[in-house]
């Protein structure tokens, strides 16, 4: 993130205050070390380290910051976009929340679809932005794929991610630790299936069994908003247009997962959902080159290709006579 932020900003010639969050300050320091010892002058890149109510809300409000490009929740977004417009109306580019869906369609391989599904919410402990929350599984496949997740996910290592093997690590502070657990304790109250996992891991740290949810209705928290969490929510579902309006469903509009063998239905499903990404028999594919940006209270704006340029740029028209200008 730090460099789909930084880089475009010095690409259209800009100076940046970059505000990192406030539970990873040391990465943002330290990237921002090594552009100086790399030749960056002085002034051109400056880092402030602190919390959202205080330096991120300086620098929304700050008459002289003259862009901003936000990374985080939709409900911070909304702060960040309102700050904005109480002060010099500054543009701001949002890169927000998701419950992104993942389709497993019927003709998937269920092996390779489990594994790409586990992959896609697990990942990062689940502290994924664009995280494969909800998982929607075609009926013709849908018991063999629960108990197939199901063993994946009590394979899944949890431990010191800084020791060999292991897939997932603590969650990123108690906050968001005791936040997970009470999204668990409701998919349970709603009438969700636990069929794995659903408690901390363990008597210290923020660790959380990776957790399996069956029986998931759309009506239900776990299936609407987003968790940042460990936590898999699975789905049946019978035909396309079924599929498309649930995947639809949400507040959000980040991303989402196709899996299937046939050419035309990934083209159906990819043009239908209405996310900023579609990641076909693939996920958290990125490149540099490839925008990346939600719809509706997913954020507005994109990150990366050309299209980011113009976030950091202004256009001007000048006019003037072809004929017998004023200045001859």
């Known amino acids: 993130m730090f460099a789909w932020k930084v880089g475009p900003a010095l690409a259209c010639g800009c100076t940046i205050v970059l505000k990192s969050a406030e539970q990873t ?23 402030v380290s602190g919390f959202g109510p205080t330096a991120g809300a300086a620098l929304a409000s700050h008459m002289d910051v003259d862009k901003l490009a936000f990374t985080g929740s939709s409900e911070t977004g909304k702060i960040v976009l309102e700050l904005a417009s109480k002060s010099n109306l500054k543009p ?4 927000l929340g998701g419950k992104s869906p993942f389709i497993v369609c019927k003709d998937a391989d269920v092996d390779k679809a489990v594994e790409l599904a586990h992959f896609a919410l697990f990942f990062n402990q689940g502290q994924c932005c664009s995280a494969g929350s909800r998982t929607y599984v075609h009926e013709d496949v849908h018991d063999e ?68 949810f069956t029986n998931v209705k759309e009506d239900m928290l776990i299936a609407q908003e987003e968790i940042f969490g460990p936590v898999q929510s699975i789905l049946k579902f019978r035909d ?21 063998n ?10 239908a959902l209405k996310v ?7 996920y958290d594919v990125f490149d540099a080159a490839i925008p990346f940006g939600g719809y509706k209270m997913s954020g507005q704006g994109r990150e990366k290709g ?7 740029l202004q256009v001007k028209a000048i006019v003037a006579p072809l004929k017998n200008p004023a200045w001859i």
């Open 240 to 260: 396309m247009d079924e599929v498309i309006r649930r995947a639809n469903s949400t507040r959000y509009g980040l991303a989402a997962g196709v899996f299937t």
């Open 92 to 95: 701001v580019t949002l890169e």
């Open 306 to 312: 050309v299209h980011c340029l113009s976030n950091y």
């Open 25 to 47: 300050p040391l990465s943002a320091l330290y990237a921002a070390k090594l552009l100086h010892e790399a030749g960056l002058p002085p002034g051109v890149l400056n880092v």
């Open 262 to 271: 046939d050419l035309d239905t990934a083209n159906t499903l990819s043009r």
């Open 145 to 212: 794929f629960i108990e197939k997740a199901k063993a994946r996910a009590l394979k899944r290592s949890v431990g010191d991610p800084f020791k060999a093997g292991v897939e997932q690590g603590p969650q990123i502070d108690s906050e968001q630790f005791e936040k997970i657990l009470r999204y668990i304790r409701s998919g349970i109250e709603s009438g969700a299936t636990l069929i794995t996992g659903g408690d901390r891991l363990g008597s210290k740290g923020f660790y959380i069994q990776p957790t399996v």
């Open 276 to 282: 900023g990404t579609v990641w076909i028999n693939c």
